[in-house]
């Protein structure tokens, strides 16, 4: 059988860590013959519940799951890694300015990003789960010279699926048979969500999105919807994503090791310029993945005579990348 993947999991005692942990130790993240060797990442007071979960993982006696390592150093935990989520971040406290938000998640991400550039595999995938994702994971691969960009991902998966969800249950048709989606720019609330290329099957035949729904719903439900789904869990289920969180942190790297076959997804991964997005942003873009790496889909433009106002939705998006880049740029944090 393969040979053990490292991986490591940051904020491993936090909700999406707890949803997130058997699902990888069971083999989902990487596939069925893949052992997984877990190293957890966590903040010195938090160390003792992340020992909790370890536990729970042992009790589940996972055949893959070849060890579980609980540490608050990240030399440690990243030593050897071949993939890391990193999900532990500063959330935003009361009275906290974006500036103070960006800072304190920048003092997480620099040295994470020094600590993989030094200890991780050569081949080492990155995907950034906490927020502000895109920039974090910006930060973090400014500070590993040596890993090629390309490695440090952040995670518009959850907007994907969350978009995808959201069409098939409008039009009557299953998750299957939607395609094309597009999440473009930041995993925030300017994000967007781009029916323009999307496709639908409906009764064998597959058929543009925006000749089965109105426009209206497009603008008025669907986009701010899908943006602001997060904020609309916390309201039903008390608490945020995790669940949905972990899932979708599976698919992206599920997805990026083993190929999506020619299905187009979204991820945000570093821009070479494409679409307008200035070179080395994070941005989320549609994306297939192929030998490995993940190819941005060229030609999918969001398409204004469809859905006026599109390429104003894109331009938005990516000037608040720009602007998160610029203010960690002047913290001195890149
Ligand atoms: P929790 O607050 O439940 O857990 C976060 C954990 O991270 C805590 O256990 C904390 O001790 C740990 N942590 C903090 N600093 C750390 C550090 N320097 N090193 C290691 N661990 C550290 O949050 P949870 O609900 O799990 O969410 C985690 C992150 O995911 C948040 O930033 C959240 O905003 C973000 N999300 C991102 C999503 C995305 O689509 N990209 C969606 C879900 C989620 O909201």
Redesign the pocket.
Do not use: F, K, Q, Y
């Given at each position: 059988s393969a040979s053990p993947v490292t991986v490591t999991v940051?904020?491993?005692?936090?909700?999406?860590?707890y949803a997130l942990l058997c699902r990888i130790a069971s083999g989902q993240l990487l596939g069925p013959d893949v052992p997984v060797r877990l190293n957890l990442?966590?903040?010195p007071?938090?160390v003792r519940?992340a020992e909790g979960t370890a536990m729970e993982l042992a009790d589940s006696a996972f055949p893959l799951l070849d060890s579980v390592t609980v540490t608050d150093r990240a030399e440690r935990a990243f030593d050897g890694a071949g993939v890391a989520l990193l999900?532990?971040?500063?959330?935003r406290g009361k009275g906290m300015e974006r500036a103070d938000l960006l800072e304190a998640n920048g003092r997480?991400f620099g040295p994470q990003g020094r600590a993989i550039n030094d200890h991780a595999a050569d081949d080492i995938r990155v995907l950034v789960?906490?927020?502000p994702?895109n920039t974090n994971a910006l930060i973090a691969s400014a500070h590993a010279p040596d890993v090629p960009a390309e490695r440090f991902t952040?995670?518009?998966r959850?907007?994907h699926n969350r978009a995808v969800s959201q069409l098939a249950a409008h039009t009557g048709a299953a998750v299957r048979d939607i395609e094309g989606i597009t999440i473009w720019g930041n995993?925030s609330a300017t994000q967007f969500p781009d029916l323009t290329h999307a496709t639908v099957t409906v009764d064998g035949s597959s058929r543009p999105a925006l000749e089965l729904v109105e426009r209206a719903w497009v603008d008025e439900e669907f986009i701010p919807r899908v943006a602001k789904r997060?904020a609309e869990i916390i309201e039903v289920r008390g608490a945020?994503?995790?669940a949905s969180?972990a899932s979708?942190a599976i698919d992206h790297v599920y997805d990026w090791v083993n190929g999506t076959q020619g299905r187009r997804t979204s991820a945000a991964i570093v821009s070479d310029g494409s679409y307008g997005v200035p070179e080395g942003l994070i941005s989320s873009f549609p994306v297939v993945s192929e030998g490995g790496a993940w190819q941005i889909v060229p030609g999918l433009e969001p398409d204004e005579s469809l859905l006026p106002g599109a390429g104003e939705r894109l331009a938005t998006t990516v000037a608040e990348l720009e602007s998160e880049r610029d203010a960690v740029r002047s913290l001195g944090l890149l």
């Open positions: 940051t904020g491993a005692a936090g909700n999406i860590g990442l966590e903040i007071d938090a519940a999900v532990g971040a500063r959330p997480i789960v906490g927020n994702a952040a995670m518009t959850l907007d995993h997060g945020s994503s995790a969180a979708a």
